[in-house]
């Protein structure tokens, strides 16, 4: 797999076609920065000291082992993702869709669809980012990988591998300085005891995942069918949702040639240009791919006639004085300053509506959090003010008695007296 992805990279890239298409490369190139496994090149762990420096696992949603490969280069590489992907899908019916959770699926996406990685198995695909880490990636790329925001991944969360992880921590420093085979034996033997207790517990797990999907589902029907969203339907919020997604992944307007009188017509000339290098690139074909290109070849040349056709009518449209103006404009710094000012505009205000609709859920999950804890809170409030109270009191009690029987020891002995009219009484 590692010499496949080397020779299918040193290739031209294809066009994104799939999910990661709605997404432009400077939001993936921003997630790419943000995690430190989507960077192959940074060293987690010295080659010089350990010849394993890690372990890559794939895991079922009910948290088993399925596969688990060794880590042998200083990071991260996208091969040991590849080829556990193949060896899974191997093994399964040709009929069978797999949903896919990973730290970093928006890079393994735009991977596979650039450099034609996994083809046979591509289209039975679905990649979704792990719930814990979906907040480390940009607002736009969380709107399309969210495991939440997508059909078919239900209340899986992609963080299985957190808790195996969690559950061998204990070995890391015994394995450290064990040899080669002891180290495939104790994972091994490790692994299997974990799997034969999650396989005891399953009966457990699988019941309490399942009323709790269901009270979800019944709680999220009755407010989608009740009140105020009730009345709006299910259509008319899946539609305004589809437009609100569309509406925060369009792209920013860009530089100020773009944005003035023009705007259009330099727009299409680009397009043009974009289609003539289409069409150069579908006649460099050889002989034996030129029939199934045949249709992409006759789609690029439909697109560079009308482009041209808009071309013209939008110089038509625009005159001679316009178009004449318009290139003078065109290098103006003043109208340049503008532009890119107005840009800049755009750019922070985006900014800022994505960090409000990602704190959005964190805060409103945090309030209903609150809430449900407040009737708790307030008993533990008192419970513990009560608590404060009687302890300051005993704390007072113990000095109090220690100085009545100082006094007692140090003072006069007790004498009895007798009272003129009455029954003898002991004084002190």
């Given at each position: ?207 309490k995942r399942h009323n709790e999907a269901k009270t979800r589902r019944d709680a999220a029907a009755a407010r989608l069918d009740n009140g105020v969203i009730g009345a709006i339907g299910r259509t008319e919020l899946a539609a305004q949702w589809d437009a609100q997604v569309n509406a925060q992944l369009t792209s920013l307007p860009r530089t100020y040639h773009r944005c003035f009188l023009g705007t259009y017509l330099t ?29 992409a070849l006759d789609a690029a040349a439909e697109e560079i006639r009308k482009t041209e056709a808009a071309v013209e009518n939008m110089r038509a449209e625009l005159g001679a004085r316009a178009s004449q103006r318009w290139d003078e404009l065109r290098g103006d710094a003043y109208l340049r300053a503008r532009i890119n000012a107005r840009r800049l505009r755009a750019v922070i205000r985006a900014s800022l509506q994505s ?74």
């Amino acid at each position: 797999m590692e010499a496949e992805v080397e020779t299918k990279r040193a290739r031209p890239t294809r066009t994104r076609r799939r999910a990661t298409a709605r997404l432009d490369d400077s939001i993936l190139d921003e997630c790419e920065q943000s995690f430190t496994a989507a960077q192959e090149k940074v060293t987690k762990a010295s080659k010089n000291y350990y010849a394993d420096t890690g372990l890559i696992a794939l895991l079922c949603r009910h948290d088993r082992v399925l596969y688990i490969v060794n880590v042998t280069t200083p990071g991260e590489r996208q091969y040991y993702m590849l080829t556990l992907l193949h060896k899974l899908m191997c093994n399964l019916p040709d009929d069978w869709d797999v949903g896919f959770l990973y730290d970093i699926s928006c890079q393994l996406a735009r991977s596979i669809e650039k450099h034609g990685f996994l083809e046979e198995f591509a289209h039975r695909l679905m990649f979704g980012v792990s719930v814990f880490h979906a907040y480390g990636h940009n607002w736009a790329c969380q709107l399309v990988f969210h495991p939440r925001k997508r059909d078919g991944f239900g209340l899986s969360d992609g963080e299985g591998c957190e808790r195996f992880w969690s559950s061998i921590r204990r070995l890391i420093a015994g394995l450290r300085v064990s040899g080669f085979y002891r180290r495939l034996y104790v994972l091994d033997y490790q692994i299997d005891a974990i799997q034969m207790r999650g396989r005891w517990n399953l009966g457990t797990w699988l019941f309490k995942r399942h009323n709790e999907a269901k009270t979800r589902r019944d709680a999220a029907a009755a407010r989608l069918d009740n009140g105020v969203i009730g009345a709006i339907g299910r259509t008319e919020l899946a539609a305004q949702w589809d437009a609100q997604v569309n509406a925060q992944l369009t792209s920013l307007p860009r530089t100020y040639h773009r944005c003035f009188l023009g705007t259009y017509l330099t727009q299409l000339r680009e397009e043009q240009k974009d289609a003539r290098k289409k069409l150069k690139k579908v006649e460099k074909l050889t002989a034996a791919e030129a029939s199934e290109a045949q249709a992409a070849l006759d789609a690029a040349a439909e697109e560079i006639r009308k482009t041209e056709a808009a071309v013209e009518n939008m110089r038509a449209e625009l005159g001679a004085r316009a178009s004449q103006r318009w290139d003078e404009l065109r290098g103006d710094a003043y109208l340049r300053a503008r532009i890119n000012a107005r840009r800049l505009r755009a750019v922070i205000r985006a900014s800022l509506q994505s960090h409000k609709f990602e704190r959005e859920k964190v805060e409103r999950s945090y309030r209903q959090h609150v809430m449900r804890t407040s009737a708790a809170a307030v008993v533990f409030a008192v419970w513990l003010t009560s608590s404060y109270r009687r302890q300051g009191a005993l704390a007072g009690q113990g000095p109090r008695a220690s100085a009545r029987e100082e006094r007692c020891r140090a003072g006069p002995p007790f004498q009895c007296t007798r009272r003129p009219d009455g029954p003898a009484r002991q004084a002190g």
